[in-house]
């Protein structure tokens, strides 16, 4: 059985940061891409970054949306089998719940999912 537990959301002003962290129960977690998607209400889920594994090409180098390039920072702990995602220079359109996620053969796998909210 696999599950995603995320945490580290929160109320943040403009210009802050948060960290958010996504604890994997998976077997072999460092033989699988991770990534970090977001959601508003009436919105589809967006991808905000990912990491592939050792092996695959610019392998263990995050990619970013547009959006978030040059302030939000994805990194992964394979010993800790944990995926992290920094954001900095938080924005009001970063607000958004914000989940993690993985594929396991067909199968994606979600968290439940953190609040971020960027208000002052």
């Known amino acids: 059985q696999v599950q995603l537990v995320e945490s580290g959301g929160g109320l943040v002003q403009p210009g802050g940061s948060l960290t958010l962290s996504c604890a994997a129960s998976?077997?072999?977690?460092?033989?699988?891409?991770m990534g970090w998607y977001r959601q508003v209400p009436g919105k589809p889920r967006e991808l905000v970054a990912s990491?592939?594994?050792?092996?695959?090409?610019?392998?263990?180098?995050?990619n970013y949306a547009d959006s978030v390039k040059g302030r939000f920072t994805m990194a992964r702990d394979n010993a800790k089998n944990t995926v992290y995602l920094q954001m900095n220079s938080l924005k009001p359109e970063d607000t958004a719940v914000y989940f993690c996620?993985?594929?396991?053969?067909?199968?994606?796998?979600w968290g439940q999912g953190t609040q971020v909210t960027v208000s002052s």
């Open positions: 996620n993985v594929k396991v053969g067909l199968v994606d796998y």
């Open positions: 998976v077997s072999f977690f460092n033989f699988y891409a």
């Open positions: 990491i592939t594994t050792a092996g695959r090409p610019n392998a263990g180098r995050p």
